[in-house]
């Protein structure tokens, strides 16, 4: 008998806490999308400073990093594809294989991370320590929306940030593959280029940009809500961002999933 | 000092939850419109969960809440936000936003719900900073100020918009006797040139003594005392007593019970 019950209470509550979590997560992402598009236009006004500051954090200042990773990843990519290819004979295809992946898949992907452990964990901890702080209940005490205040500028910052990094990131990837098939492998540079240009269509950085799109709401919101999670003092804010990181990696590889899948037909 | 009763804030019937647990237990109190009003009790009685109600930062679970007549636990956001604009708050670490200067942590509420000029605003921090003895450190961040200095900037942060009532989290907590006893000169200040009301969750006897005009004690969720501080003085109640006399609690009749609970043998 007291098995049962156990079985049932215990079901019971995993239930009621991911209902709990879930209908929170609707108020974040309503409260967000509510004060970055609606509330403007009623004369609320938007923090553009604060969302240009953060612009800057997220996106100028993370170039150098995904620019290195992406031309890393590019060249790896090129090597592995002519190990590949060269048993066909087709080692000339090096560029359509790296362009078209580095396009449709990977420069969204590595971005998206890149972003997540450098731009993702610092919202988590940011938001995290005002509220160990007070810093938020003093916001709210005066009468300011902590959403308004500090989601929206991150989130906007993110998501206009993150697609401009993804084109970057993907014209050096390919960059990458790029210098590898032509000073290492030996390939005709002229014959890489065409082939990337040939290969890449309009649809391929349609689907690497909506993709990146969503990345970056994933990665603010996942952010934004461990952040306000967050209880206990500094213990508490080092568990939540690492929770923050965790999960938005596992979200981003979901949606990339259903993007991929979306996408290829 | 004498007042005429003008209630500002009424406390109704307030309860207040955590779960299954009740934190406060049917409080009422009114404070009037003028005077220094002190939350009194030892730790973990309430008082700061009886804070976080007062300025709508938490929902009871029933009971009422007016501000100025208005109930603020049923109100809307839009609502709330405007009885807020005349409500300060000084919080227990002063809350200051550690990623501004000090004038900008005094200006934002300006910047925010007023339509004021720039330099109108400048004009009113340097004012407010000055009038907690802040002058002249408009341009330091929040750890670049000392303990007591962060409080006063806080203080001057919920003074920005000129507000009826202000809310002390603890002001004296953490401060030497001098620095206290210098913040709860400035809380008398504020308080007579103004005509501020102020509402002062604290459990230092030395600073009720010279701020309070009146008191309410809670013991666990109850109030167990209300009036002026020399009306609590008379009373009877033993915990009352205890609290002004600084007593210890009483642990003779408890050592048998403890080794027992030691032993774990207490269900016997």
Same mark, same amino acid.
Not at chain 1, 175 to 200: C, H, M, Q, R
Not at chain 2, 18 to 45: K, P
């Given at each position: 008998?007291?098995?049962?019950? #156990?079985?049932?209470?215990?079901?019971?509550?995993?239930?009621?806490?991911?209902?709990?979590?879930?209908?929170?997560?609707?108020?974040?992402?309503?409260?967000?999308?509510?004060?970055?598009?609606?509330?403007?236009?009623?004369?609320?006004?938007?923090?553009?400073?604060?969302?240009?500051?953060?612009?800057?954090?997220?996106?100028?200042? $993370?170039?150098?990093? %995904?620019?290195?990773?992406?031309?890393?990843?590019?060249?790896?990519?090129?090597?592995?594809?002519?190990?590949?290819?060269?048993?066909?004979?087709?080692?000339?295809?090096?560029?359509?294989?790296?362009?078209?992946?580095?396009?449709?898949?990977?420069?969204?992907?590595?971005?998206?991370?890149?972003?997540?452990?450098?731009?993702?964990?610092?919202?988590?901890?940011?938001?995290?320590?005002?509220?160990?702080?007070?810093?938020?209940?003093?916001?709210?005490?005066?009468?300011?929306?902590?959403?308004?205040? *500090?989601?929206?500028?991150?989130?906007?910052?993110?998501?206009?940030?993150?697609?401009?990094?993804?084109?970057?990131?993907?014209?050096?990837?390919?960059?990458?593959?790029?210098?590898?098939?032509?000073?290492? %492998?030996?390939?005709?540079?002229?014959?890489?280029? @065409?082939?990337?240009?040939?290969?890449?269509?309009?649809?391929?950085?349609?689907?690497?940009?909506?993709?990146?799109?969503?990345?970056?709401?994933?990665?603010?919101?996942?952010?934004? #809500?461990?952040?306000?999670?967050?209880?206990?003092?500094?213990?508490?804010?080092?568990?939540?961002?690492?929770?923050?990181?965790?999960? =938005?990696?596992?979200?981003?590889?979901?949606?990339?999933? %259903?993007?991929?899948?979306?996408?290829?037909? | 000092?004498? #007042?005429?009763?003008?209630?500002?804030?009424?406390?109704?019937?307030?309860?207040?939850?955590?779960?299954?647990?009740?934190?406060?237990?049917?409080?009422?109190?009114?404070?009037?419109?003028?005077?220094?009003?002190?939350?009194?009790?030892?730790?973990?009685?309430?008082? =700061?969960?009886? *804070?976080?109600?007062?300025?709508?930062?938490?929902?009871?679970?029933?009971?009422?809440?007016?501000?100025?007549?208005?109930?603020?636990?049923?109100? $809307?956001?839009?609502?709330?936000?405007?009885?807020?604009?005349?409500?300060?708050?000084?919080?227990?670490?002063?809350?200051?936003?550690?990623?501004?200067?000090?004038?900008?942590?005094?200006?934002?509420?300006?910047?925010?719900?007023?339509?004021?000029?720039?330099?109108?605003?400048?004009?009113?921090?340097?004012?407010?900073?000055?009038?907690?003895?802040?002058?002249?450190?408009?341009? #330091? *961040?929040? $750890?670049?100020?000392?303990?007591?200095?962060?409080?006063?900037?806080?203080?001057?942060?919920?003074?920005?918009?000129?507000?009826?009532?202000?809310?002390?989290?603890?002001?004296?907590?953490?401060?030497?006797?001098?620095?206290?006893?210098?913040?709860?000169? *400035?809380?008398?200040?504020?308080?007579?040139?103004? @005509?501020?009301? $102020?509402?002062?969750?604290?459990?230092?006897?030395?600073?009720?003594?010279?701020?309070?005009?009146?008191?309410?004690?809670?013991?666990?969720?109850?109030?167990?005392?209300?009036?002026?501080?020399?009306?609590?003085?008379?009373?009877?109640?033993?915990?009352?007593?205890?609290?002004?006399?600084?007593?210890?609690?009483?642990?003779?009749?408890?050592?048998?019970?403890?080794?027992?609970?030691?032993?774990?043998?207490?269900?016997?």
């Amino acid at each position: 008998m007291s098995a049962v019950t #156990y079985v049932f209470g215990y079901t019971g509550r995993i239930s009621l806490n991911a209902l709990y979590a879930l209908a929170r997560i609707c108020v974040l992402i309503n409260d967000t999308l509510n004060w970055t598009f609606i509330q403007p236009l009623r004369g609320k006004g938007l923090r553009w400073r604060s969302a240009v500051e953060h612009f800057v954090q997220f996106g100028v200042n $993370s170039l150098p990093i %995904v620019g290195l990773i992406c031309f890393l990843i590019g060249g790896i990519m090129a090597m592995q594809s002519v190990y590949l290819l060269r048993a066909f004979g087709a080692t000339q295809y090096v560029a359509n294989l790296v362009g078209v992946i580095a396009v449709r898949e990977l420069a969204p992907l590595m971005t998206a991370i890149l972003l997540t452990g450098r731009s993702g964990s610092a919202i988590t901890a940011e938001i995290g320590t005002m509220k160990v702080s007070e810093e938020i209940d003093a916001l709210e005490v005066m009468g300011l929306n902590p959403t308004k205040h *500090l989601v929206v500028p991150k989130f906007l910052a993110m998501i206009l940030a993150i697609p401009c990094l993804t084109v970057l990131g993907a014209l050096i990837m390919i960059f990458g593959g790029f210098a590898v098939t032509v000073w290492v %492998v030996g390939l005709e540079p002229d014959v890489y280029i @065409n082939n990337t240009i040939k290969s890449i269509k309009i649809r391929d950085f349609a689907t690497g940009l909506s993709k990146s799109f969503f990345f970056g709401i994933v990665i603010c919101l996942v952010g934004v #809500y461990r952040g306000f999670q967050v209880r206990g003092g500094a213990e508490g804010v080092g568990h939540m961002t690492t929770s923050s990181v965790v999960t =938005s990696i596992f979200l981003i590889i979901l949606v990339d999933l %259903v993007f991929t899948y979306l996408f290829f037909f | 000092m004498s #007042y005429v009763a003008d209630p500002i804030i009424e406390v109704r019937d307030l309860v207040v939850r955590y779960g299954d647990r009740t934190v406060l237990d049917g409080v009422n109190f009114t404070v009037n419109r003028g005077e220094t009003f002190v939350i009194l009790g030892g730790s973990g009685c309430g008082k =700061s969960t009886l *804070l976080r109600n007062l300025v709508g930062l938490m929902r009871p679970y029933s009971g009422s809440i007016r501000i100025n007549g208005q109930d603020i636990t049923t109100m $809307s956001d839009q609502e709330r936000v405007e009885v807020r604009k005349k409500l300060g708050m000084c919080f227990q670490a002063s809350a200051l936003f550690n990623s501004m200067s000090v004038g900008d942590n005094v200006a934002l509420p300006l910047r925010e719900h007023t339509a004021l000029e720039e330099s109108t605003i400048d004009i009113m921090t340097k004012i407010k900073l000055e009038l907690v003895g802040l002058g002249g450190f408009e341009n #330091y *961040l929040p $750890s670049e100020l000392s303990g007591g200095m962060k409080k006063r900037a806080g203080l001057a942060r919920a003074m920005a918009m000129d507000p009826e009532i202000i809310f002390y989290d603890e002001p004296s907590a953490g401060l030497d006797p001098i620095v206290a006893a210098g913040l709860d000169a *400035l809380i008398r200040k504020m308080q007579q040139t103004f @005509n501020l009301t $102020s509402v002062v969750v604290t459990h230092e006897m030395a600073s009720v003594r010279l701020i309070a005009d009146r008191v309410v004690m809670l013991l666990a969720g109850r109030v167990v005392g209300l009036g002026t501080l020399d009306e609590l003085q008379q009373s009877e109640h033993p915990f009352v007593k205890q609290f002004f006399e600084r007593r210890p609690d009483d642990e003779s009749d408890n050592r048998e019970e403890f080794i027992r609970s030691l032993t774990g043998q207490d269900n016997d």
